[in-house]
DNA sequence: AGGTGTGAATTATTTCACAGCG
DNA sequence: CGCTGTGAAATAATTCACACCT
């Protein structure tokens, strides 16, 4: 799996994350024409602390001033190259079934700046069928399509019994970054990058805390 | 926000979150009827470490055998009580949009042990519609719903701008344990348990990575 | 004044390493 | 032995606090 690095740091996980949710509060204030915001407002957006919101930006460059604040809407500009949100990536969405459809045909679950490039099964009983803009497919194709049409990242919604022989398949394609759907643990060589989305885990997490309420 | 508790420490969400990964594979070794499993066969299932498995697990009383490892089926009931899920519970799905529609039409999102009790939304024209084996509701009936019936946990999928009103209000109808779905951060008193699942986020985290390969 | 940028301190989480039990 | 349970050490992430700029 992929360490990101900008200049000779690694980036942590967790300050993407806040990025994601800094970019999100910023949009709104820019389309509301705000100036400029301080690290404390963009703190109370975003359900962190001042401090933490300097920190993490200071990783990529010194973008506010002092006194002020920072520049709405060069942050914007900013925070969407760090993330690599300048262009456009194609996206793979591997597997037909309910919750491959359930992607496909709601085009906000993957939001502006990742478009659905194609959907791909197995079952022959698919292959064929349209869902959304998409039309699934067979695997087999993937390969090919990858190295054609370029396919930057592979949404993974399979069952989690062949979740990893898939996941494998995808690998060799030459995706090499892969939003997982199934609740399993997939193994990715270095220099892919894996995120996985596990609503088990966060039900069972929400079970937890309501069984071990606070004293 | 509430903070687990056993005894007399304070859990970690990381800790919590990688249970839920063991008891998935030790349900799969016991199906398979392997008596026990050593933290280092746990560890390579679930992708962390010998020592990461002990520790967790330690954290809640002592269950392996010396020499041995720990007895995989009684593991798997201590485990489901520890993460509350000896009993079911009962979700609400608050939006009939397309994600609460997908949600509630795709029974397997939300897996065994948690029923869906009820939809919600506050547009005229959805209320009344049913979705699986749910009818949406009025979300002015929510309040008295989770008295009667007994709702325990909120998914949420209503749009980010209305989010965290929503939320204020399932609140104040006496739920403790939210699921949401909105891009948005979400503010919560003291005593109720949010998570959230952020797609947007995931997939901005794997443009990062693809923007910043490794060297 | 007002607010950033950042080393230093603190707190949280993971890994090590080993005593001790079955 | 083999493998757990766990303090101690190492690492990672967050928060503090303040010099410094505008």
Redesign the interface.
Known sequence: M?????ADRR?A?ST??R???Y??YLEELDARGRPSASSEELAS???TTSAQVRKDLSFFGSFGKRGLGYPVHALVIRIRE????ERE?RVAIIGAG??GV?LA??G????R??HVAGMYDSDPGKIGTSWGAATVRDISHLATDVRGEGI??AVLAVP?TVAQVVVDRVVSAGI????NFA???L?VP??V?L?S???????????????????
Chains 1, 2 share one sequence.
Do not use: C
């Open positions: 992929t360490e990101p690095r900008t980036i996980d993407v994350r990025l994601s949710m970019l999100r957006l975003s359900g760090i993330l690599g949100l990536w309910k919750i359930a045909n709601y906000g679950f993957l939001q700046g990742f930057d990242i989690a090499r970054a892969i939003l609740p399993a643990q193994q270095e220099g990058t995120k989305v596990n609503m088990a885990m966060e039900l069972e997490g929400l079970s937890f805390a309501l069984a071990h309420p606070a004293p």
